[in-house]
């Protein structure tokens, strides 16, 4: 009886073992791994990762000889892209190893830029115990993470925009961001694969980067991502009211925009973010910088004043990118452009003297209007300092008055851990505007547009006001006015107001008051100096500070005569204090008569 | 629904609460009122009656009164003051009943005509007292209002008509008053709280005047009980609404909470130079002025040109608050005052610092409302549709929301919301008054109007109305005298070779929202924009201009301020 147990239960179990393998599916003819018996068909990521060729393994790893859907899909990386594996993915020896150490020492890997600077200030004015400081979001990732009150701000008000996050840890447009190499190259299409068990619509690799991909995170802080579409946070009304529902003009975060003049590069041409931005800039060179500025390599210069060299047969990076780009023509000889790093701006090329962009997306050519340098308002003594952005952006988004909040009772999500963790900031605005730029000076010695960067840490009551120059991305063809500068309060970093001449001295009048019971009893929102030149924004960082008194005096100097001299050309200009001494001579000058 | 009606029926007992203690005793009376009310002050020198002259009615007097339901608490309401203040005031009353104050005239007007409810603006056919049409009353209307002109009283009466001296309007900080004369000459607190002797009256309860006296001397804060919000009133003061948004909601220094005024937070402008010297209002805004639209001051009305006064100095004066102070003189002879021109320039025009441009008024009614998408914008400077707003924001379901009707006292369904597009105080575009003198021009309003039925239909899908004669749509810029004067004026390029004085908007680009900037004409009698030919010549310059602006900031001869090099 026993034996006849042990028999049936012994027949048993090798039917059953015989059915379930011959129920597996098995592929018909020999392939290279066991992912493609189950994944029999699956789309091309892009002609440059062809499954047939490189299959699934080398890419997503896991165990490529089982047909066990647990087994074979252990240690997969689902996104090969992940700054955790990529050594072992993309970054392998045989595929990008040197891309990969870039973008980890890269700005948008490090966040090093924003680390520092929440970092600079906070620790002699925080009373709360301040630790150890961390110079990139992997240390902050490691075992035993650095620790301090800045940090703690950094994790749960700034960290949802780095390389290192996960894609899809959240819902809506958090979830997009992140994701290592991914987060940038596979675009944000649906992923369709369901129609059929095996039918698999792999997501799309690409170096022709939509812009959405870049606007996912660059539209908070600077928002240049917006501004460049003419897209500008507004103060949130969400007007006009569309049926019984708030404007559909939403940015994520249940904020809204309005439509201002977008970037000429946008309006004329449609361009993409990576039709001037460069793997170089985008990337990293291997250096790990600490701030934006240093790391991008693209310049208006690189394609309106550009430097042409022949892209040489053996020039190895333009001839890689415009194989990949696969839309633009090769040049065949002909002259492309070069950034100040020297990378290849293989999009713009000399064709019979003239200057052709092609755009990555679509290869569509677009002639580029030449700067010149010899013209008299690009070469005028006095605005050798002149940053082509000072004249050229037409308005840039300003944020007067960020009151932080921080309520150490509270919890509140970390975004590097996914965990609720003690201590809650809040932040809170005075006002907003996408008016004319201020100019200041940038730590490069340019005078640069400028916004204002105005913490009050209410908790601790202290202030931070700093200056933080960037390029807008709201270029105009025409450029602003000279008196828009030489007599604008508001450009020249007085704020508004009335600026007029009273009794032979310039004389200004705000147009805010003090407001001890919002910011402190010393300060105007938009006054980043005195009319005697004292700074009352500064200490940024990288030295960006408001014009000096002797800047504002001969900015202003000019102001009386440009009724009249209105002109680059104008003799006057040519030597000016001449001209000066000159006028207070009096004489027969017609303006005297 | 059952929330909204708790809330507001919370508000009402409120309400009868603060209109006195509702109780009787037939044992007591109450017309000895001294025996509770000890330590009253006197209403003052020219009131000085027994209390139950101003407080019970005639044909009560003399006997014993039952019940404290009996007294009158406001004997200048407009409902009692033929009964009371009359035989002594016929002259005043007569003239403030048919005064902008009690009419409220120009609001209702010039919205209606906006609207299309109206062939024009003037002369005045609706009111709200005097001898004008009253302002209709849509709640007898069976009729489903479906066009702006038939959504207008209601929009007025429920969202604009809070500040009128015939009825209470919200009871919030900033907002109380009184009704009648008594909403001018007895002075409230911003926080509505009594503070004076009297022993029957709580110190914590709000709704009361600071203390029982009727005075003739009015500071500003009074007159900010109703001209708040972005109106000339709160500018005076250097007020400027904040967005409505909760992210403008800033913590106070002390990083607690900051207190809402006139119902929402305000930015701290720059003050206007008489406010700074400490002078109010009723400084300007005599009795004649204010109470009968007559007699009004204008700036030279104080300030004389120095060639005329020859040497002599100008007379003091004595302000209401009992300063001695002396106006400035003005030279004709200066760079801006000397141009021909410029005679027709309002004084405002140079000297304000800055103004209301409140661009792109988006408004909906709903008579079926998530409150949900209003979490974020639940505080609009209207206290009450905040808490209606408020309590249901969380509330995953569709409410029917009621709101008062500030003249009659009626709740009705529906809600009205508004959103801007985006409110500055930086530009100053230029347009002609009805005088034909130069002025600032302020959007009022440029309407988008959008109306949901209680069923949910949108019957009103984001509506521009057309004016009442079809000329144009109803988006108007009015001129006005922004009361932000500053000692000494804008300079030349404010205006000259200046586009957003000149009318031409902040920046080119149709379909932008910045086109908003663009003036739209005043209503018929108001004034105009400026015509092609003033553009031009405000955006070329003559030569003429140029000596002048060469003059005015470098004197002669210029002396720069360092000297180059």
Request: net charge neutral.
């Given at each position: 009886m026993k034996r006849l147990i042990t028999g049936l239960v012994l027949a048993l179990l090798g039917a059953v073992i015989i059915f379930k393998e011959a129920g597996l599916k098995r592929p018909a003819a020999l392939v290279r791994e066991g992912c493609l018996s189950c994944h029999s068909s699956v789309t091309d990521p892009d002609p440059s990762h062809p499954i047939q060729a490189f299959g699934c393994f080398r890419c997503h790893l896991g165990n490529p000889y089982s047909y066990d859907k647990e087994r074979a899909h252990y240690g997969m990386a689902q996104n090969p892209g992940d700054l955790r594996v990529v050594e072992h993915t993309c970054g392998t020896e045989a595929c990008h190893p040197q891309i990969i150490s870039r973008v980890k020492k890269g700005l948008m890997a490090t966040n090093r830029s924003i680390l520092e600077t929440i970092q600079a200030n906070w620790p002699s004015r925080a009373s709360i115990s301040y630790g150890t400081p961390a110079a990139r979001v992997a240390d902050l990732l490691s075992d035993k993470p650095p620790s301090n009150l800045a940090l703690d701000h950094y994790r749960k008000m700034c960290a949802g925009c780095h390389l290192w996050k996960p894609r899809k840890d959240y819902d809506g447009e958090a979830g997009l961001r992140g994701g290592g190499c991914s987060d940038c190259h596979v675009t944000q299409q649906e992923i369709s694969s369901k129609d059929g068990f095996n039918t698999f619509r792999h997501p799309e690799i690409t170096t022709r980067i939509p812009s959405e991909n870049c606007i996912k995170c660059h539209n908070r802080s600077a928002r240049i991502g917006l501004s460049y579409s003419g897209r500008w946070e507004s103060e949130g009304y969400g007007t006009p009211y569309e049926g019984a529902e708030l404007s559909s003009r939403k940015l994520s975060g249940n904020r809204f925009y309005l439509d201002l003049p977008s970037d000429v590069h946008f309006s004329k041409a449609s361009m993409e973010c990576v039709d001037c931005h460069t793997s170089v800039g985008l990337m990293g060179d291997g250096k790990e910088y600490n701030s934006i500025s240093a790391q991008v390599d693209i310049t208006c210069e690189s394609c309106h004043m550009p430097m042409l060299s022949r892209l040489e047969e053996d020039e190895n990076l333009g001839r890689r990118l415009l194989r990949l780009n696969r839309r633009i023509p090769d040049p065949a000889g002909g002259k492309i452009a070069f950034t100040v790093k020297g990378t290849p701006v293989y999009n713009l090329q000399e064709k019979g003297g003239k200057l052709i962009f092609f755009r990555k997306s679509d290869g569509l050519p677009v002639e580029v209007p030449r700067g010149s340098a010899e013209k008299p308002h690009h070469v005028m003594e006095g605005h050798e300092r002149l940053s082509c952005q000072s004249c050229h952006s037409l308005w840039i988004p300003q944020c007067y008055g960020c009151h932080v909040s921080y309520d150490e009772s509270a919890k509140q999500t970390d975004w590097l851990t996914g965990e609720k963790t003690r201590g809650r900031w809040s932040e809170a605005r005075s006002l907003m505007r996408f008016s004319r730029p201020s100019l200041g000076m940038r730590a490069s010695a340019k005078v640069y547009p400028v916004a204002p960067c105005q913490v009050f840490f209410k908790s601790e009551s202290f202030s931070l006001l700093t200056l933080s120059a960037f390029d807008p991305h709201t270029t105009s063809a025409k450029s602003r006015q000279c008196k828009d500068c030489h007599g604008d309060p508001k450009t020249i970093g007085l704020g508004e107001g009335i600026l007029t001449r009273k009794e032979d001295e310039w004389s200004f009048r705000s147009s805010f008051s003090f407001n001890t019971e919002e910011t402190?009893?010393?300060?105007?929102?938009?006054?980043?100096?005195?009319?005697?030149?004292?700074?009352?924004?500064g200490n940024a960082r990288d030295g960006t500070r408001p014009f000096n008194d002797t800047e504002l005096n001969r900015i202003l100097d000019v102001n009386p005569c440009l009724g009249c001299h209105k002109s680059y050309r104008d003799p006057i200009y040519k030597d000016f204090s001449a001209s000066v001494r000159r006028f207070r001579e009096g004489g027969d000058l017609p303006c005297l008569q | 629904m059952p929330s909204v009606m708790a809330s507001l029926s919370a508000g009402l007992i409120i309400l009868f609460l603060a209109c006195g203690d509702a109780f009787s005793d037939e044992r007591k009376d109450y017309g000895l009122c001294l025996d509770c009310h000890a330590g009253i002050e006197k209403i003052g020198v020219m009131h000085d009656f027994p209390c139950t002259s101003c407080h019970i009615r005639a044909e009560l007097r003399g006997g014993a009164i039952s019940s404290h339901d009996k007294i009158v608490r406001n004997p200048s309401d407009p409902s009692l003051v033929r009964d009371f203040c009359l035989p002594c005031h016929r002259r005043e009353i007569d003239a403030l009943e048919r005064s902008i104050h009690a009419t409220v005239a120009g609001i209702i007007n010039q919205t209606r005509f906006l609207w299309g409810a109206q062939k024009a603006v003037y002369p005045y056919e609706y009111g709200l007292s005097g001898t004008l049409k009253m302002l209709p009353d849509p709640s007898g209307s069976a009729a489903q209002p479906y066009s702006p002109e038939r959504l207008v009283d209601d929009f007025l009466r429920r969202r604009c008509l809070r500040c009128h001296i015939n009825t209470m309007g919200e009871q919030a900080a900033g907002l109380y008053r009184a009704t009648g004369c008594a909403s001018c000459h007895v002075l409230y607190a911003n926080d509505g709280l009594y503070a004076g002797d009297d022993l029957a009256v709580k110190k914590d309860k709000t709704g009361y005047p600071i203390t029982h006296r009727f005075t003739s001397k009015i500071p500003v804060i009074q007159c900010l009980h109703c001209h708040n919000h972005n109106h000339v009133g709160t500018d005076y003061v250097g007020l400027f609404e904040k967005d409505y948004h909760k992210s403008y909601r800033v913590p106070s220094a002390e990083g607690t909470k900051s207190p809402l005024i006139y119902g929402l937070q305000y930015h701290q402008l720059s003050k206007d130079v008489h406010y700074d010297r400490g002078l109010w209002c009723t400084d300007c805004h005599g009795k004649e002025d204010v109470m009968a639209d007559a007699a009004k001051k204008s700036c030279t009305s104080c300030h004389r040109p120095a060639e005329e006064s020859s040497g002599e100095s100008t007379e003091d004066f004595v302000t209401k608050a009992g300063q001695r102070l002396r106006a400035s003189a003005f030279s004709r002879m200066s760079a801006a005052h000397s141009v021909d021109s410029h005679q027709r320039v309002r004084c405002s025009a140079c000297h304000a610092q800055w103004s209301f441009q409140d661009y792109g008024l988006s408004v909906i009614r709903e008579d079926i409302v998530d409150a949900y998408k209003w979490r974020d914008i639940s505080i609009q400077g209207e206290p009450a549709a905040q808490r209606i707003i408020e309590e249901n924001s969380e509330n995953p379901l569709m409410i029917y929301p009621v709101s008062r009707d500030w003249v009659s006292g009626e709740i009705r369904a529906g809600l009205w919301s508004s959103g801007w597009r985006f409110r500055r105080w930086e530009p100053m575009p230029i347009g002609v008054d009805r005088d034909g003198k130069y002025a600032v021009l302020r959007p009022m309003y440029q309407y988008i109007l959008s109306f949901v039925g209680g069923n949910g239909y949108v019957i009103l899908d984001g509506v521009v109305p057309t004016r009442g004669d079809g000329s144009s749509a109803g988006w108007a810029f009015l001129p006005y005298t922004p009361h932000t004067v500053s000692p000494f004026g804008r300079n030349c390029d404010s205006c000259h070779e200046n586009r957003i004085a000149a009318g031409q908007g902040i920046y080119d680009g149709e379909g932008l929202d910045t086109s908003l900037t663009m003036p739209s004409p005043p209503v018929n009698g108001a004034g105009r924009l400026l015509d092609p030919e003033e553009r031009k010549k405000l955006m070329e310059p003559s030569m003429s201009y140029l000596r002048k602006r060469l003059k005015a900031l470098a004197g002669e001869p210029y002396t720069p301020v360092a000297p180059l090099k």
């Amino acid at each position: 009886m026993k034996r006849l147990i042990t028999g049936l239960v012994l027949a048993l179990l090798g039917a059953v073992i015989i059915f379930k393998e011959a129920g597996l599916k098995r592929p018909a003819a020999l392939v290279r791994e066991g992912c493609l018996s189950c994944h029999s068909s699956v789309t091309d990521p892009d002609p440059s990762h062809p499954i047939q060729a490189f299959g699934c393994f080398r890419c997503h790893l896991g165990n490529p000889y089982s047909y066990d859907k647990e087994r074979a899909h252990y240690g997969m990386a689902q996104n090969p892209g992940d700054l955790r594996v990529v050594e072992h993915t993309c970054g392998t020896e045989a595929c990008h190893p040197q891309i990969i150490s870039r973008v980890k020492k890269g700005l948008m890997a490090t966040n090093r830029s924003i680390l520092e600077t929440i970092q600079a200030n906070w620790p002699s004015r925080a009373s709360i115990s301040y630790g150890t400081p961390a110079a990139r979001v992997a240390d902050l990732l490691s075992d035993k993470p650095p620790s301090n009150l800045a940090l703690d701000h950094y994790r749960k008000m700034c960290a949802g925009c780095h390389l290192w996050k996960p894609r899809k840890d959240y819902d809506g447009e958090a979830g997009l961001r992140g994701g290592g190499c991914s987060d940038c190259h596979v675009t944000q299409q649906e992923i369709s694969s369901k129609d059929g068990f095996n039918t698999f619509r792999h997501p799309e690799i690409t170096t022709r980067i939509p812009s959405e991909n870049c606007i996912k995170c660059h539209n908070r802080s600077a928002r240049i991502g917006l501004s460049y579409s003419g897209r500008w946070e507004s103060e949130g009304y969400g007007t006009p009211y569309e049926g019984a529902e708030l404007s559909s003009r939403k940015l994520s975060g249940n904020r809204f925009y309005l439509d201002l003049p977008s970037d000429v590069h946008f309006s004329k041409a449609s361009m993409e973010c990576v039709d001037c931005h460069t793997s170089v800039g985008l990337m990293g060179d291997g250096k790990e910088y600490n701030s934006i500025s240093a790391q991008v390599d693209i310049t208006c210069e690189s394609c309106h004043m550009p430097m042409l060299s022949r892209l040489e047969e053996d020039e190895n990076l333009g001839r890689r990118l415009l194989r990949l780009n696969r839309r633009i023509p090769d040049p065949a000889g002909g002259k492309i452009a070069f950034t100040v790093k020297g990378t290849p701006v293989y999009n713009l090329q000399e064709k019979g003297g003239k200057l052709i962009f092609f755009r990555k997306s679509d290869g569509l050519p677009v002639e580029v209007p030449r700067g010149s340098a010899e013209k008299p308002h690009h070469v005028m003594e006095g605005h050798e300092r002149l940053s082509c952005q000072s004249c050229h952006s037409l308005w840039i988004p300003q944020c007067y008055g960020c009151h932080v909040s921080y309520d150490e009772s509270a919890k509140q999500t970390d975004w590097l851990t996914g965990e609720k963790t003690r201590g809650r900031w809040s932040e809170a605005r005075s006002l907003m505007r996408f008016s004319r730029p201020s100019l200041g000076m940038r730590a490069s010695a340019k005078v640069y547009p400028v916004a204002p960067c105005q913490v009050f840490f209410k908790s601790e009551s202290f202030s931070l006001l700093t200056l933080s120059a960037f390029d807008p991305h709201t270029t105009s063809a025409k450029s602003r006015q000279c008196k828009d500068c030489h007599g604008d309060p508001k450009t020249i970093g007085l704020g508004e107001g009335i600026l007029t001449r009273k009794e032979d001295e310039w004389s200004f009048r705000s147009s805010f008051s003090f407001n001890t019971e919002e910011t402190r009893p010393d300060f105007l929102f938009d006054s980043f100096v005195t009319l005697d030149g004292k700074a009352l924004h500064g200490n940024a960082r990288d030295g960006t500070r408001p014009f000096n008194d002797t800047e504002l005096n001969r900015i202003l100097d000019v102001n009386p005569c440009l009724g009249c001299h209105k002109s680059y050309r104008d003799p006057i200009y040519k030597d000016f204090s001449a001209s000066v001494r000159r006028f207070r001579e009096g004489g027969d000058l017609p303006c005297l008569q | 629904m059952p929330s909204v009606m708790a809330s507001l029926s919370a508000g009402l007992i409120i309400l009868f609460l603060a209109c006195g203690d509702a109780f009787s005793d037939e044992r007591k009376d109450y017309g000895l009122c001294l025996d509770c009310h000890a330590g009253i002050e006197k209403i003052g020198v020219m009131h000085d009656f027994p209390c139950t002259s101003c407080h019970i009615r005639a044909e009560l007097r003399g006997g014993a009164i039952s019940s404290h339901d009996k007294i009158v608490r406001n004997p200048s309401d407009p409902s009692l003051v033929r009964d009371f203040c009359l035989p002594c005031h016929r002259r005043e009353i007569d003239a403030l009943e048919r005064s902008i104050h009690a009419t409220v005239a120009g609001i209702i007007n010039q919205t209606r005509f906006l609207w299309g409810a109206q062939k024009a603006v003037y002369p005045y056919e609706y009111g709200l007292s005097g001898t004008l049409k009253m302002l209709p009353d849509p709640s007898g209307s069976a009729a489903q209002p479906y066009s702006p002109e038939r959504l207008v009283d209601d929009f007025l009466r429920r969202r604009c008509l809070r500040c009128h001296i015939n009825t209470m309007g919200e009871q919030a900080a900033g907002l109380y008053r009184a009704t009648g004369c008594a909403s001018c000459h007895v002075l409230y607190a911003n926080d509505g709280l009594y503070a004076g002797d009297d022993l029957a009256v709580k110190k914590d309860k709000t709704g009361y005047p600071i203390t029982h006296r009727f005075t003739s001397k009015i500071p500003v804060i009074q007159c900010l009980h109703c001209h708040n919000h972005n109106h000339v009133g709160t500018d005076y003061v250097g007020l400027f609404e904040k967005d409505y948004h909760k992210s403008y909601r800033v913590p106070s220094a002390e990083g607690t909470k900051s207190p809402l005024i006139y119902g929402l937070q305000y930015h701290q402008l720059s003050k206007d130079v008489h406010y700074d010297r400490g002078l109010w209002c009723t400084d300007c805004h005599g009795k004649e002025d204010v109470m009968a639209d007559a007699a009004k001051k204008s700036c030279t009305s104080c300030h004389r040109p120095a060639e005329e006064s020859s040497g002599e100095s100008t007379e003091d004066f004595v302000t209401k608050a009992g300063q001695r102070l002396r106006a400035s003189a003005f030279s004709r002879m200066s760079a801006a005052h000397s141009v021909d021109s410029h005679q027709r320039v309002r004084c405002s025009a140079c000297h304000a610092q800055w103004s209301f441009q409140d661009y792109g008024l988006s408004v909906i009614r709903e008579d079926i409302v998530d409150a949900y998408k209003w979490r974020d914008i639940s505080i609009q400077g209207e206290p009450a549709a905040q808490r209606i707003i408020e309590e249901n924001s969380e509330n995953p379901l569709m409410i029917y929301p009621v709101s008062r009707d500030w003249v009659s006292g009626e709740i009705r369904a529906g809600l009205w919301s508004s959103g801007w597009r985006f409110r500055r105080w930086e530009p100053m575009p230029i347009g002609v008054d009805r005088d034909g003198k130069y002025a600032v021009l302020r959007p009022m309003y440029q309407y988008i109007l959008s109306f949901v039925g209680g069923n949910g239909y949108v019957i009103l899908d984001g509506v521009v109305p057309t004016r009442g004669d079809g000329s144009s749509a109803g988006w108007a810029f009015l001129p006005y005298t922004p009361h932000t004067v500053s000692p000494f004026g804008r300079n030349c390029d404010s205006c000259h070779e200046n586009r957003i004085a000149a009318g031409q908007g902040i920046y080119d680009g149709e379909g932008l929202d910045t086109s908003l900037t663009m003036p739209s004409p005043p209503v018929n009698g108001a004034g105009r924009l400026l015509d092609p030919e003033e553009r031009k010549k405000l955006m070329e310059p003559s030569m003429s201009y140029l000596r002048k602006r060469l003059k005015a900031l470098a004197g002669e001869p210029y002396t720069p301020v360092a000297p180059l090099k």
